[in-house]
């Protein structure tokens, strides 16, 4: 069997560019292969490391080639960009992947299973239907505006809005028409979300990761879920600040000369679950007044001094953190620091 140190591949639709690697001083290998004939490229050679961009179909090549016995790793793209020499395309990606996962202080995706993957495209599913649901509430809105009909922001005005039309008589009977037809499009997302949220609860009460995260406090199912999802490995992350700094919810820093300079929050990595965690965090501020233990008493503090929007992004940021240390000790949320008062 041939034998490799290392293999980069770079993912394709069809084909796929093989880097291989004998030895640290030796020629480079480097082989276009189709997609048929790829799993028995990596059957025909001794177990080696293989290294992927993190990208889509990522996971699943990772799965199929980890069960032939090789040890595979996931790159962040961003993280392989600087190792791109002059001139673009698939034999330079393929080289700079192998380059970028020798390097001792790289980091890697941790690899996610079917289910978890299974679990996160409901999610996935459900965020495009909101989406959809906000586009049809939006150009209704936008349509009976011009005809002078127009109420209070929110979705739960929607209601009100579809009763204005229906009873005005001087709107034309086509407006009434394609009304009703927004009405009833509007009524399938609305069932079409609750029964993938049922979906999502459902899952997340079978996962034990999941059932973990759901006892803090604004951590819901919906939350617990797509956390124990995307997070496979908790001790990928160092600390509970790598986490959240994954998230994207650790403030910016541009720093020079020993001065440290500190900037908003870095809004980088999944904004999915950084969306979700700030809006569990307002709503969790709304009822914090009546807790009490140490971390109802930190979030008091924090509303007392800080505004709304800028409180709930830092709470956002210990929640993270909370979480990250829940699944890395498998320990229960203690409720004894956020307790009935």
């Not at 959240?244 to 500190?262: F, Y």
Request: glycine content about 8%; hydrophobic content about 45%.
């Amino acid at each position: 069997m041939k034998k490799y140190i290392r293999i980069g591949v770079d993912l394709g639709k069809g084909y796929f560019q093989v880097h291989a690697l004998e030895n640290e001083a030796g020629a480079a290998v480097n082989r276009k292969i189709s997609r048929g004939k790829f799993l028995a490229f990596f059957s025909g050679i001794s177990p080696c490391r293989v290294g992927m961009e993190a990208c889509g179909s990522s996971n699943y090549w990772a799965r199929e080639i980890a069960a032939l016995g090789h040890e595979v790793v996931l790159i962040a793209p961003a993280y392989i960009k600087p190792y791109v020499k002059r001139g673009k395309n698939d034999a330079v990606d393929a080289e700079a992947i192998c380059e970028a996962m020798s390097r001792p202080g790289m980091r890697f995706v941790p690899v996610k299973s079917a289910e978890q993957q299974a679990a996160l495209m409901l999610h996935k599913d459900r965020e495009l239907l909101v989406k959809q649901r906000t586009m049809s509430v939006n150009a209704l809105r936008g349509h009976l505006a011009e005809f002078g009909i127009v109420v209070a922001k929110g979705i739960q005005h929607v209601d009100h809005l579809l009763e204005l039309a229906r009873e005005d008589a001087d709107l034309p009977e086509m407006a009434k028409q394609a009304v009703e037809r927004m009405a009833s499009r509007l009524n399938d997302l609305d069932q079409a979300i609750a029964a993938t949220e049922k979906a999502i609860a459902a899952a997340s009460a079978k996962h034990a990761n999941s059932r973990l995260l759901d006892q803090v406090p604004g951590i819901g199912p919906l939350i617990a879920s797509v956390i124990a999802a995307s997070m496979p490995d908790p001790s990928a992350f160092r600390s509970g600040r790598d986490f959240s700094a994954w998230l994207g919810l650790t403030p910016s820093q541009n720093s020079s000369g020993g001065k440290e300079k500190l900037g908003p929050i870095t809004k980088k990595g999944n904004r999915y679950i950084r969306k979700l965690l700030v809006v569990g965090s307002t709503s969790l501020l709304r009822v914090a007044h009546k807790r009490k233990g140490a971390l109802a008493d930190w979030i008091n503090a924090l509303a007392a001094k800080k505004l709304q929007k800028v409180a709930a992004v830092a709470l956002a940021n210990k929640l993270a953190r909370i979480c990250w240390a829940i699944l890395s000790t498998g320990e229960c949320f203690r409720e004894e620091t956020y307790a009935k008062a």
